[in-house]
C-alpha cells in the first residue's frame, strides 16, 4: 500500500456526501488547489463513518475547504497518523486545520 | 507444586485488579476501541497511582530501580493489569512504566546514564529491532542488516521488518551483523537514536493490531558510535535470546488477562441471556465452551506461573518460558474465540472488547516467536542442541 494517498479530489458538496457509505476509514480535505488542510478518521465512534465525518465537514468546514477525498481502511488510526506523518516529514509542520493534533507527539516517518 | 499466593500476593493482586476495574476500565467507555494511549493528564493520574501503589516500574530489576517484587509476583500481576479492553498490547496505557524488551543489563555506566535510566523514568522510548524482512524466527541466520567499522564508528546499512513503535521511539537497540562469516556469533547490538542521519522509519506496517503499531525501517549509511555497542562485539544473538526469553513469561501472563476477561464476561452473560424459554448458561452447548474455558486458563496460568516460580529460583527457564507461551497464547485465543460466540452478534461489535481481544491474541501466536518455534525449543530441550 503506498504511504501517501493520491486519489483525485473530489468536490465537498450535498451531493457527493450522499454518495458515501458509513464505512471506518481515512480521509484529507483540501483547497481548491489541492493543498491538503486537514486530516481525519472516521473511528468506530463515529456515528455513520465516513459518511457522517464528512458532513460533519461539509456543514462546519474548516477555513479554505472546498474538496475531500477518502480511504475506506479498517486500520484507520495507524492509517490516520501515518498520513500526518508523511505530511510533517513533507512540509514540517502538520496541516493548517489539525489543530487537534499535537505535533510533538505523532512520531517520526521518512517516507521514501 | 503449591500455586496458592502468599498473604502479600494476595493484596497485590486485589490492589491491581481494584485499580484495573476502577480506574483504568472506565475512562476506555469513552475512547476509540483501539486506542493505546491516554490524553497526558489521565496518563499522569494513573502513573501516580502506580508509584503510590509502589508498582511503577514493573519488571524492571530491583537494583535498577523497579518494585522489590519476585517474577512469580510480576507475572500475576501482568494477569491483573491486561484485564482491561487495551490491555493485551497496552497494559494500563503504560501507567506500570518498564522497558519491555529494551532492558539493557550488559550497558556501561555512560549507556545507563544516557539511555537506560531515562527510560525506566518513562523519559524515552525505545524499539527492539531484530527482525528483517530475511526472517524472524531465525534472526541468527536471516539478519542481513550490515555493520562495517570505520574508525571510531560503525556504518550501517540494511532494512528491518515489523519494528514497534520504531517512528515513536527515542532511541533502539538494533541487531546487526558484523561478521558475515559467523552465525550467531556475528550479530551485534547496537544502541540507536532515531534522529541520527540514515536511520529512516519507511513506514507503519498496518496489521491486524493497531495498538503500539508495526514499522518498517531502513538504515542507509547510519553512523554509530563504537562505544555505542551494547554488550560486545558479537554478543547480540546472546542479547536477543536473553531479553527474548526473559519476555516470554510476561507475555504469556499478559495473554491471559483478556481471556480471564472474556471468561467472566461469558459467565455472566450466558446466565442473563435467555434463547428458547431458558438462560443460555442452561444449556449444555454453552456449558462446555465454558468448562473448556475454564480448563485452558487454569492449564495455560499453572504453566505460567511454573515458569515464574523457575526463574524465581535461578534455575534455566528457557523451555519451560518457551512452554508458557506457547499454551498461553494458543489457550487465550479459544477462551476468546468461545467467548465472543456466547455473546452472538454483540461478541463480533466494536462496542465490546472482545473484537478487539480476538484481532490481537492472533499476533501473540507469532510475535516473540510463533508457536512453531517455541515448539522447535522445546523439542531442541528434549532432543538435545544439536537440533538445527
Ligand atoms: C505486529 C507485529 C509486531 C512485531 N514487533 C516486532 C518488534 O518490535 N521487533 C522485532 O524484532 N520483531 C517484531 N515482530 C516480528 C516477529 O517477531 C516475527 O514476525 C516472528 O518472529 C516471525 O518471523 P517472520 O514473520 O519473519 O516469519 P518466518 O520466520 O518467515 O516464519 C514463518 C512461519 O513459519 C513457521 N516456522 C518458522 N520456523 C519454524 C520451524 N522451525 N518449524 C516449523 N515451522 C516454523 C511459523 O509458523 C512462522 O510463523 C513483530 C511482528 C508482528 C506481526
New interface residues.
Given amino acids: 500500500?503506498a504511504?501517501r494517498l493520491d486519489k483525485s479530489w473530489i468536490p465537498l458538496n450535498d451531493e457527493n456526501v450522499a454518495k458515501l457509505a458509513a464505512h471506518l476509514g481515512v480521509y484529507q480535505l483540501a483547497n481548491d488547489d489541492g493543498e491538503i488542510l486537514y486530516i481525519g478518521m472516521a473511528?468506530?465512534?463515529s456515528l455513520f463513518g465516513l459518511k457522517g465525518e464528512l458532513k460533519t465537514a461539509l456543514e462546519e468546514p474548516p477555513a479554505g475547504v472546498t474538496q475531500f477525498r477518502i480511504e475506506v481502511?479498517m486500520?484507520y488510526?495507524?492509517?490516520r497518523?501515518?498520513l500526518l506523518?508523511t505530511y510533517m516529514h513533507d512540509h514540517g509542520e502538520l496541516p493548517a486545520a489539525n489543530t487537534d493534533i499535537d505535533a510533538n507527539s505523532i512520531?517520526?516517518?521518512?517516507?521514501? | 507444586m503449591d500455586l496458592s499466593l502468599t498473604e502479600e500476593q494476595k493484596l497485590i493482586v486485589e490492589m491491581v485488579k481494584r485499580f484495573v476495574r476502577d480506574e483504568v476500565a472506565p475512562l476506555e467507555d469513552s475512547l476509540?476501541?483501539?486506542?493505546d494511549t491516554l490524553p497526558p493528564e489521565q496518563f499522569d493520574k494513573l502513573v501516580a497511582k502506580t508509584k503510590e501503589m509502589g508498582l511503577y516500574g514493573l519488571g524492571i530489576p530491583p537494583e535498577y530501580g523497579g518494585p522489590e517484587v519476585d517474577i512469580t509476583t510480576n507475572t500475576l500481576i501482568a494477569i491483573e493489569y491486561s484485564q482491561h479492553r487495551a490491555g493485551l498490547y497496552a497494559p494500563c496505557y503504560g501507567a506500570f512504566g518498564g522497558a519491555g524488551l529494551a532492558q539493557m543489563f550488559e550497558a556501561t555506566e555512560e549507556q545507563k546514564e544516557k539511555y537506560l535510566y531515562p527510560t525506566l523514568r518513562g523519559e524515552m522510548k525505545t524499539f527492539f529491532g531484530l527482525s528483517e524482512p530475511s526472517g524472524g524466527s531465525d534472526p541468527a541466520r536471516a539478519i542481513q542488516t550490515r555493520a562495517v567499522r570505520d574508525g571510531d564508528e560503525w556504518v550501517i546499512n540494511g532494512s528491518k521488518l515489523w519494528i514497534s513503535g520504531a517512528?515513536?521511539a527515542d532511541y533502539g537497540l538494533l541487531f546487526a551483523r558484523t561478521n558475515p562469516k559467523e552465525g550467531r556469533g556475528g550479530v551485534t547490538c547496537f544502541i540507536v537514536e532515531?534522529?541520527w542521519p540514515g536511520f529512516?522509519?519507511?513506514?507503519?506496517v498496518?496489521?491486524l493490531r493497531?495498538a503500539r503499531?508495526a514499522t518498517e525501517i531502513?538504515m542507509e549509511d547510519l553512523r554509530v558510535p563504537h562505544t555505542n555497542i551494547l554488550g560486545v562485539e558479537g554478543g547480540g544473538f546472546a542479547i536477543a535470546n536473553d531479553r527474548l526469553t526473559r519476555q516470554r513469561i510476561p507475555y504469556a501472563a499478559a495473554c491471559l488477562g483478556p481471556a480471564f476477561k472474556a471468561h467472566e464476561m461469558a459467565i455472566e452473560y450466558s446466565q442473563i441471556r435467555e434463547t428458547f424459554g431458558a438462560a443460555l448458561s442452561s444449556r449444555q452447548g454453552i456449558q462446555w465452551m465454558l468448562v473448556e474455558n475454564e480448563i485452558d486458563l487454569r492449564t495455560a496460568r499453572w504453566f505460567v506461573l511454573d515458569a515464574a516460580a523457575k526463574a524465581d529460583r535461578g534455575d534455566d527457564f528457557r523451555t519451560e518460558a518457551a512452554i508458557c507461551k506457547l499454551v498461553a497464547s494458543e489457550a487465550a485465543g479459544r477462551v476468546i474465540d468461545r467467548s465472543m460466540q456466547i455473546h452472538g452478534g454483540l461478541g463480533v461489535a466494536?462496542d465490546l472488547p472482545f473484537e478487539r481481544w480476538y484481532r490481537e491474541i492472533r499476533i501473540r501466536r507469532i510475535g516473540e516467536g510463533p508457536s512453531e518455534v517455541q515448539k522447535h525449543i522445546i523439542a531442541r530441550d528434549i532432543l538435545g542442541a544439536g537440533l538445527r
Fill in positions: 500500500m504511504v473511528g468506530a465512534r481502511n486500520s488510526r495507524t492509517r497518523l501515518e506523518q512520531g517520526r516517518l521518512r517516507p521514501g | 476509540d476501541p483501539d486506542e517512528d515513536q532515531t534522529h529512516n522509519v519507511r513506514r507503519i498496518h496489521t493497531q503499531h531502513q466494536k
